[in-house]
């Protein structure tokens, strides 16, 4: 049975920084994309980062530079360093994996974790 945990969420005020991790069991994903997006209150979950089979990132121009992708395959886990945070990234956050190498569409991702509560005070 495929299995994403994710963990790391919690309360931070403005500017500060939070690490979110994700583990995954249950096959392998060493070729598959790994991804994260979030969802505000209200809002539809969107594409925040991914990183592919071959190490290659893409990110959303919202948190280019302020947040960081990074995998390692021997361990099946993700991560995602997240700096300078704004109330705006306030939401719960999601990993994910793809075979496609179309990282941005959330429906091309057919496993994901549960979420984990981002939070940002102003």
């Known amino acids: 049975q495929v299995q994403l945990v994710e963990s790391g969420g919690g309360l931070v005020q403005a500017g500060g920084s939070l690490r979110l991790s994700c583990v995954a069991s249950?096959?392998?994903?060493?070729?598959?994309?790994m991804g994260w997006f979030r969802q505000a209150p209200g809002k539809e979950r969107e594409f925040v980062a991914a990183v592919s089979r071959g190490g290659i990132t893409s990110y959303a121009d919202s948190v280019k530079g302020r947040f960081t992708i990074s995998r390692d395959k021997t361990k099946n886990t993700e991560n995602l360093q997240m700096n300078s945070l704004k109330p705006e990234d306030t939401a719960v956050y999601y990993c994910?994996?793809?075979?496609?190498?179309?990282?941005?569409?959330?429906?091309?991702?057919?496993?994901w974790g549960r979420g984990t509560q981002v939070t940002v005070s102003s």
């Open positions: 994910a994996t793809s075979e496609s190498a179309n990282v941005y569409s959330s429906r091309e991702y057919d496993y």
């Open positions: 249950g096959r392998t994903f060493s070729s598959r994309v």
